[in-house]
């Protein structure tokens, strides 16, 4: 089945710790996209990248990174500079970057103590 | 980032009504969209819509294209117990926006049997 993964479904780390959240794709899209989500709020864009070797910062791109090295790999690392980390993170892809049609992956939910 | 006025905030509906819920936006969008999301997952793409009056339909789910291209309405028909979670709105600007979508802040439906 075509899909996107992401990996841990929990995530629990001390403050002070960087972590990286996993998300893959086997669906083949070219651009893949970063959200993050807070209780009773809709999604707010951290990176998109609209195809391999390539990213942008979106609207709240401070305390984390991005890499694409790979068209189906797509990992965001939340680093200690990140002021309130704790949240649910969306991965999201399309099938290229005009495409307005975007397909989530099930989230990764971070608590940082 | 723009956010979209999404309405209502939440709706708590008796199981076999009819549900309505709209986004509104300063801004003209070339691509509209409905998700829906359940507790701690991803969200699930209901419907899209490209053309300003379009009208679209999917099961009990009926969304339209405002000719205004400034506003997006969501009608479910006879709703059920599993019709419960969050509904987004997602629009996008311009093809030279990319996929970047802006999204509503959510509407929480109940649903009681």
């Known amino acids: 089945d075509g899909g996107i993964t992401q990996s841990p479904k929990y995530l629990f780390r001390k403050e002070g710790q960087n972590v990286t959240l996993s998300c893959e794709q086997n669906?083949?899209?070219?651009?893949m996209y970063w959200y993050r989500q807070d209780p009773g709020q809709g999604l707010r864009l951290i990176y998109y990248?609209?195809?391999?070797?390539?990213?942008q910062k979106g609207d709240i791109a401070e305390g984390y990174s991005v890499s694409r090295e790979k068209k189906e790999s797509f990992p965001l690392t939340v680093t200690s500079a990140q002021k309130n980390p704790t949240a649910f993170y969306l991965c999201?892809?399309?099938?290229?970057?005009?495409?307005?049609?975007?397909?989530f992956g099930p989230g990764t939910r971070l608590t940082v103590t | 980032g723009q956010q979209l006025n999404q309405s209502p905030q939440s709706m708590f509906i008796q199981e076999g009504e009819d549900v309505s819920m709209n986004c509104t936006s300063s801004?003209?969008?070339?691509?509209w969209l409905w998700y829906k999301q359940d507790p701690g997952e991803g969200p699930v793409l209901l419907i899209a819509?490209?053309?300003?009056?379009e009208l679209t339909s999917n099961g009990r789910l009926t969304a339209q294209f405002g000719i205004t291209r400034k506003d997006s309405f969501l009608n479910i028909s006879a709703s059920i117990p599993s019709d419960v979670g969050i509904y987004f709105c997602?629009?996008?600007?311009?093809?030279?926006?990319?996929?970047?979508?802006?999204f509503g802040e959510g509407t929480q439906l109940t649903v009681n049997p």
């Open positions: 999201a892809s399309s099938i290229q970057w005009t495409a307005g049609q975007q397909y």
């Open positions: 669906l083949n899209h070219d651009a």
């Open positions: 990248s609209q195809i391999v070797n390539d990213f």
């Open positions: 801004s003209i969008f070339n691509t």
């Open positions: 819509l490209y053309k300003a009056g």
């Open positions: 997602a629009g996008q600007l311009s093809e030279t926006s990319g996929s970047r979508l802006t």
